[in-house]
């Protein structure tokens, strides 16, 4: 038996939901939407869910394009008890970015690396560049061919986590490519991959131009007003492919508090660790080497005190200083 039949076995005569986290993008749509799927093959039915907000073009395009449907947990809350199951996607319970929905979270399916140590029934954490990928890999180790749309889907998500697969790119990734590909619809990658600006972001790049600060090789930005999280990871790629950056802070300061996206293309700068080490004493954070988010909460904001700029950015320049990353 595989350890997706154990998956399966688990999840027999029980109601599923798969959670991604609270902003799902294209990878955690199309990991959900894959795993979906693959469980309908074995008589499993489930429910895709998430908090917040999609907030992110190119994933609210891709749930148009394939008809994935999602709900919302305040839309399932009052149906929701302690006995169901939920499937983590892309997500780990406890990792800041995920709402602790009513119901047991029995199975965890995720790429990042764990924080917060939480035992599952059934867990597969392994880092690679998509969760996608692990998701393709149970179709192919299972001799699942993947629907049309599905395989389009999870190699979309796989392409869009990966930058295109110049960002934490493992050998499993490109092996789940090259199977994907054979099943995928082209000139739906084509479309999904096109247009993917609106026109209010171009506030938020220039924001981040007028508000950038360099310390050494480390650059900070700043962007005064709302700004949703996809758009902010999408800022700290355009801060870090200045040749003076290796390490990149963006953060936005939102009515949930403060949101930070950071990368790193300085292979003795973690970039999970980095965030995860310097909100620690007030707020939470971390990811993989070259990406990573987190959060400080509205509550918890006024601890910076008048100058919450500069404090943030000392607060990131003092584990930088120390080294232990």
Known sequence: MSDFM?????????????????????????SAFGLQKL????GISSQLCYDGRIDKLSASKMLDVFQIHMFSYES?????????????????????????FVGDEVACIDHHPTFVE????????????????????????????????????????????????????????IEMFGYLFQYSDQEKISDLER????????????AAIESIELYDKTGFSCIPFPCPDALIAILSDFILALI??????????????????????????????????????????????????????????AALGRYPKDAIRDMFLKVLDEGSI
């Not at 392994?126 to 179709?139: F, K, V």
């Open 6 to 30: 154990k998956l399966v076995e688990l999840c027999k005569e029980h109601r599923i939901y798969i959670q991604t986290h609270n902003f799902p993008d294209p990878d955690a749509i199309g």
């Open 39 to 42: 469980l309908e093959c074995y």
């Open 76 to 100: 399932l809350k009052p149906d929701l008890v302690e006995d169901d199951y939920i499937i983590c996607v892309d997500s780990q319970k406890h990792s800041g970015n995920v709402t602790d």
């Open 118 to 173: 939480v035992e599952y029934r059934y867990e597969d954490i392994r880092i690679t560049g998509a969760c996608a990928t692990l998701i393709a890999g149970y179709y192919k180790e299972l001799g699942q061919t993947p629907e049309r749309d599905v395989a389009t889907a999870l190699l979309y998500g796989l392409k869009m986590d990966t930058l295109q697969f110049t960002r934490g790119v493992t050998q499993l990734d």
């Open 195 to 206: 247009n993917n600006m609106e026109f209010n972001d171009l506030k938020a790049y220039g």
């Open 244 to 301: 003076e950056v290796e390490v990149a802070v963006v953060f936005s300061c939102r009515e949930d508090g403060i949101k930070f996206s950071v990368r790193s293309e300085d292979p003795e700068i973690h970039a999970g660790n980095l965030i995860h080490d310097a909100l620690a004493e007030i707020g939470n954070g971390g990811g993989h080497a070259s990406m990573a988010g987190g959060l400080i909460r509205k509550e918890q904001a």
